[in-house]
């Protein structure tokens, strides 16, 4: 379970890649965080995540993609999409997918303990 | 003895008179002073002389000297004074006393009256006219013989004497003619002057000199002048006037024709209308050749058919049924003269066969006319105006005379009908002139710089809101210039008085009296006219209304730039929260974490501060994101100020970065470090680039086959401007519409407004720049923007110093000012 208690942040904006796995460590989460989704697919952590906070928009592969290559993967990890574009259209949908949830930039740390809770009670 | 010689003496037929050696009378006899009713006292001596006629004295002493010095007896002749003052003349006759010695004691004289004899012999002295017997052979010898008509009249204007020509002309002998009363001969108009003039000179015994017109035996008058010479008797009485009439009919006439012909060129200069002048022609052909009727006839402008000139005499019904016949040799002899361009003389109309298929000759017959005489009216460039026509109520044929007459007045005929035509001609295109003058708000002028005549169209009057007509000064037009304007054009004044080469295009602001500016458009020139003056020509055009809706456009253009912007803003409301809520989430996730580890226990003030930190630098990227959207949407007027467009170019790239990753756009930047600055308004041209990448990203939408790849590159052209361009591997745009894709509206998106491009190149343009697209040789396009480079220092707009002056140039000197 330990293992599984990993939480990967995949973003490119370093002030998230910053701060985020700051404020999941006061969790109590193990942190590891990746600028690109192709960096997170080549890492050794796939396996080790037990949620995947993922940024939607991203050069390169883009969030969504990047669920779909896990579930193509059969890596069935948790994923709580993170985004700074308030299209509300996208939330359903992805929710729809398989997402866990969808928080919109910027987010409380509530919203975020809340979805991590959801998605390690999903796991 | 003494008494007796006493007697003798005086009673011998003579005056007897007796002188001493040196002339002086010494004795006179009874006779003598009875005649001279002198006394013997006064006439002793020289007194003797004051009864000589004065003219007579000089040479009687002369004489009477040199008898005396002959010593020899002599003869003389004088007049000598009677008691009752009349002058007789008489012979004096002297002989010498001798003394034994020879010498002269004495002369003795006597003087006879010759008068009685003197008279007898004075027709041989006497002039011609007072010899009775000589005074017939004598005119006739000399007044027979001279071209004129000659008479002797009493001056009581009985008639003397006349020469053959005067029976000639009159056809009627010297008997008839001393039978006729003074004055008759004379036209009747004339003869109350002629007989005021003869009652005159006859009174005042002066020469009398006249002109009149006098009947022929034929009965037509002819024009003679007149002139009367006194001859007198030897007491300078008038016995007799010599007349001499001498024919001027001739000179007359053609004094006439050439009133006439003064008169009708007058019209013609006088701008006369063709019908009147023709008219007067006609008339006054009429008033010079007795018993003709005139016409005139013109060819219309088709050439084709007779039009009406003038005809002023002849009956209507006969001209208008000339009128409109078609020129040729069969409706009429008007017709075919202007046809063949010759005269055509129909001398006996009632054996006239020509015409007949138009039964012109029955139906002039019927108007009382029997010959017709025609003569083709042509212009100096030989083209046929019309024919004039000469109509008689019996048979005749020209003389030459006439013909002269025909040949002189159709000549006017043509000057007059050429230049009427000439000048509705010149009116027309005056009219047009003055016309597209109107319609184009475009006035010309005229100015000869060494005199400062100046001379202007109707249009530059209402330009400057003068009245036309009124008195142009320098002063004047000056006033309505621009200060900085006017000096402008006395410079040019001067430079053309100085000889330069003057040409100029330019852009003047007007000052009006009510207070309005307008702006006129003027291109000049100068040069030498065939006189060698120095001439400047121009025109000005009115562009005021195209310079204010020039203004409105601007002002739209910034409108429709703002609306354009709006709608990016609308567009990029994604991107901007995007980039909006990046550093925020930052913010609230470091305040978050900051929190926590305040709260735990022991507090981590180490991570609290590091987080804190890291608030502060989301916080002020945040805040540099606000302040540059707002400066991107802001609406602002332009500002000019140096530009690095690598740098502007980086910062829109950086606002769009999120679009392009969404996009999933490959971006890449070659900006060049070194690039010039350029000079604009730094946000109008961030508005371009951001149009253009914005374009790009559009283009690039439904790309799914090939890489979406983006390059904006800025360098340094061949020009040495800066350029920026933006290629895509979009969707591409047809040749064809290379053109239309910067038309406003123009779009090839479902969702755009299409008001990026054309905002975009309206931007470009007001910084003097270039922005035009390019198809790729591969997929997609290319948009580029060229400017020039900032110029170092002060650049020298106003172009004083330059003769010959852009337009564009000079509305920057307008901006400027």
């Known amino acids: 379970m330990v293992i599984r208690s990993l939480v990967s942040v995949v973003d490119d904006d370093e002030s998230v890649r910053e701060s985020l796995p700051d404020l999941l460590r006061e969790f109590g989460f193990a942190v590891q965080a990746f600028s690109s989704a192709e960096e997170f697919l080549a890492s050794d952590c796939v396996c080790q995540t037990g949620c995947l906070i993922l940024d939607i928009a991203m050069p390169g592969m883009s969030g969504p993609d990047l669920q779909r290559e896990l579930m193509l993967r059969r890596k069935e990890i948790p994923i709580v999409f993170i985004t700074a574009h308030r299209d509300e259209t996208v939330r359903p949908r992805l929710l729809e997918q398989g997402a866990v949830e969808c928080l919109f930039k910027p987010f409380s740390d509530t919203a975020l303990r809340e979805a991590l809770n959801a998605a390690f009670r999903v796991s | 003895m003494e008494n007796e010689l006493s007697r003798v003496v005086d009673a011998l037929p003579g005056l007897v008179w007796t002188a001493l050696p040196d002339g002086r009378i010494d004795f006179l006899n009874q006779r003598w002073c009875e005649y001279s009713g002198l006394g013997v006292d006064e006439a002793h001596g020289p007194g003797w002389q004051t009864a000589i006629h004065p003219e007579d004295i000089p040479g009687l002493l002369e004489r009477w000297q040199s008898i005396r010095a002959s010593g020899e007896p002599g003869e003389m002749e004088a007049r000598l004074r009677r008691f009752d003052g009349e002058y007789r003349w008489f012979l004096f006759r002297t002989c010498p006393l001798v003394d034994t010695s020879g010498l002269v004691v004495k002369w003795c004289g006597i003087s006879t009256d010759i008068e009685d004899r003197r008279r007898a012999e004075e027709p041989l002295h006497a002039p011609w006219w007072l010899r009775s017997s000589e005074r017939e052979r004598h005119f006739r010898s000399i007044g027979d013989s001279i071209p004129a008509l000659g ?203 020509r015409w007949g298929p138009y039964a012109w000759s029955p139906m002039a017959l019927a108007h009382g006319l029997q010959a017709c005489w025609s003569t083709p009216i042509s212009s100096t460039a030989g083209k046929v105006l019309g024919a004039f026509a000469i109509y008689y109520d019996q048979p005749r044929t020209p003389t030459t005379s006439e013909q002269r007459l025909i040949e002189q007045f159709t000549h006017i005929a043509s000057i007059a009908v050429e230049r009427a035509q000439n000048d509705a001609a010149l009116k027309r295109s005056e009219a047009f002139l003055a016309e597209a003058q109107r319609l184009s708000s475009t006035g010309s002028f005229s100015h000869f710089v060494a005199t400062d005549e100046i001379t202007w169209s109707g249009e530059l009057y209402r330009i400057f809101e003068l009245d036309e007509g009124v008195p142009l000064t320098k002063e004047l037009i000056s006033s309505r210039f621009d200060p900085e304007d006017a000096v402008f054009v006395r410079e040019m004044i001067e430079r053309a008085r100085d000889g330069d080469v003057v040409e100029f295009e330019r852009e003047f602001r007007l000052q009006m009296p009510n207070g309005s500016v307008k702006y006129v458009h003027t291109v000049a020139h100068a040069n030498r006219d065939q006189n060698g003056r120095l001439e400047c020509i121009g025109a000005v055009q009115d562009v005021t209304e195209r310079r204010l809706s020039e203004e409105a456009l601007g002002k739209v253009r910034s409108e429709l730039a703002h609306v354009a912007r709006v709608t990016s803003l609308g567009a990029l409301t994604a991107s901007i929260a995007h980039e909006v809520n990046q550093p925020l989430s930052g913010i609230i996730t470091n305040a978050s974490t900051c929190l926590r580890m305040l709260a735990a226990d022991p507090p981590n003030f180490e991570g609290a501060r590091e987080t804190a930190r890291r608030t502060i630098r989301d916080g002020n990227r945040a805040s540099d994101v606000i302040t540059r959207l707002r400066a991107l949407f802001a609406k602002k007027d332009t500002t000019t100020e140096s530009v690095d467009l690598s740098e502007a170019t980086r910062e829109v790239i950086a606002l769009s970065l999120s679009e392009l990753q969404r996009s999933r756009v490959i971006l890449r930047s070659e900006l060049a470090d070194d690039l010039p600055p350029v000079t604009g308004d730094r946000v109008q041209l961030q508005q371009v680039i951001l149009n253009l990448l914005r374009n790009a990203l559009d283009a690039m939408g439904g790309v799914d086959d090939r890489p979406r790849k983006l390059v904006i590159r800025t360098e340094r052209d061949e020009d040495d401007r800066v350029r920026l361009t933006v290629q895509d591997t979009g969707a591409g745009f047809e040749p064809q519409a290379a053109g239309r894709l910067f038309e406003a509206f123009y779009t090839t998106k479902s969702g755009g407004m299409g008001i990026g491009l054309s905002v975009s190149r309206s931007i470009i343009e007001s910084h003097h720049g270039r922005l035009w697209a390019a198809p790729n040789d591969g997929p997609g396009a290319t948009f580029s923007f060229s400017l020039s480079r900032a110029a170092k220092g002060v650049t020298d707009t106003h172009g004083l110093g330059v003769i010959r002056m852009p337009v564009t140039a000079a509305r920057r000197v307008m901006r400027n000012s």
């Open chain 2, 151 to 353: 008479a002797l009249m009493t001056p009581a204007g009985e008639v003397e004497l006349v020469n053959r020509q005067v029976v000639e002309y009159f056809g009627a002998t010297l008997e008839e003619l001393k039978g006729r009363a003074i004055g008759d001969g004379f036209h009747p108009d004339d003869r109350p002057d002629v007989l005021a003039a003869w009652r005159e000179a006859v009174e005042a015994g002066q020469p009398y000199d006249f002109e009149s017109r006098l009947r022929r035996a034929d009965g037509v008058y002819r024009w003679f002048h007149t002139r009367g010479f006194p001859l007198r008797d030897t007491e300078g009485r008038i016995v007799l006037w010599y007349l001499l009439h001498t024919d001027i009919d001739d000179r007359k006439r053609a004094e006439a024709l050439l009133a006439g012909e003064k008169r009708l060129l007058e019209m013609v200069a006088g701008g006369h209308s063709v019908s009147e002048i023709l008219g007067a022609l006609c008339r006054f052909v009429e008033s010079t050749v007795s018993g003709c009727y005139c016409s005139v006839v013109l060819v219309d402008r088709s050439g084709t058919r007779l039009e009406h000139g003038a005809a002023p005499s002849l009956p209507a019904g006969f001209i208008n049924s000339i009128i409109g016949r078609p020129v040729n040799v069969d409706s009429g002899p008007c017709a075919m003269a202007a046809y063949l361009n010759e005269q055509v003389i129909a001398a006996d109309l009632t054996s006239e066969t």
